[in-house]
């Protein structure tokens, strides 16, 4: 029964190059989150996607961050021309949602960890 | 935007001692969830807390929720080498999408 995967675990970016981080939900769960964590720093959220729908974007930068959830595939978080202050670790979690305070523990992957250079 | 304030950020014991950490909203949640962070790792679910005054424990740990929704807190009895890590809590976003909101965390050392 696997877990949330994530790739790569480490992503090493020169300035201005693109990074793409891949999120496998568990099996069975519909809904998936990613979170940023610069270090010594709690985790922000960014992005909250359902099978082929942005949900909740709110903590996502305006200009270059996008995020998807295909209807087949992993969940891509992508940042373009990636910058110095993009260097964090980003965490993709899942859950099953089922209802309004309902039970909606999120699990959460291992994490990419990404340095620009 | 909606915040949740965790204290302290830092917290040194000698193995034995108890532990606890404090987290308040200015807001009334729905409920309440803590997450423990090995050092390297990745936050792993701990518990969820719904009702007002509610208390629940698993082994050593003690979580509880205020009898007004807006803090809960955490508590290790006799702390153990295994138990360091940073502990967060995080609520539900006031948009009640299903996003977290995390505390800052409470990074807990123990002393063998």
């Known amino acids: 029964n696997a877990g949330v995967m994530q790739n790569p675990r480490h992503l090493v970016r020169r300035r201005g190059q693109e990074a793409r981080l891949r999120c496998s939900p568990m099996k069975g769960h519909s809904h998936v989150y990613w979170y940023r964590q610069l270090p010594e720093e709690g985790l922000k959220f960014m992005v909250y996607?359902?099978?082929?729908?942005?949900?909740?974007e709110s903590g996502m930068p305006k200009e270059r961050f996008s995020a998807e959830f295909p209807k087949e595939g992993p969940s891509i978080l992508r940042i373009q021309q990636v910058v110095r202050g993009d260097s964090a670790a980003y965490f993709c979690?899942?859950?099953?949602?089922?209802?309004?305070?309902?039970?909606?523990?999120?699990?959460f992957g291992p994490g990419t960890r990404l340095t620009v250079t | 935007g909606q915040q949740v304030m965790q204290i302290p950020q830092y917290q040194h014991v000698q193995e034995g001692e108890d532990f606890t950490t404090y987290c308040n909203s200015s807001?009334?949640?729905?409920?309440i969830q803590w997450y423990k962070q090995r050092p390297g790792g990745h936050p792993v679910f701990l518990i969820q807390?719904?009702?007002?005054?509610e208390v629940k424990k698993q082994k050593r740990l003690t979580f509880q929720f205020g009898e007004a929704k807006k803090n809960s807190s955490l508590h290790i009895t006799a702390t153990q080498t295994t138990d360091v890590g940073t502990y967060f809590c995080?609520?539900?976003?006031?948009?009640?999408?299903?996003?977290?909101?995390f505390g800052q965390g409470t990074t807990l050392q123990v002393k063998p």
């Open positions: 996607l359902q099978k082929e729908n942005i949900i909740d």
């Open positions: 995080a609520a539900p976003g006031s948009s009640n999408t299903g996003k977290l909101i």
């Open positions: 807001t009334t949640l729905s409920n």
């Open positions: 807390l719904v009702k007002s005054g």
């Open positions: 979690a899942s859950s099953t949602l089922s209802g309004t305070g309902g039970s909606y523990e999120q699990y």
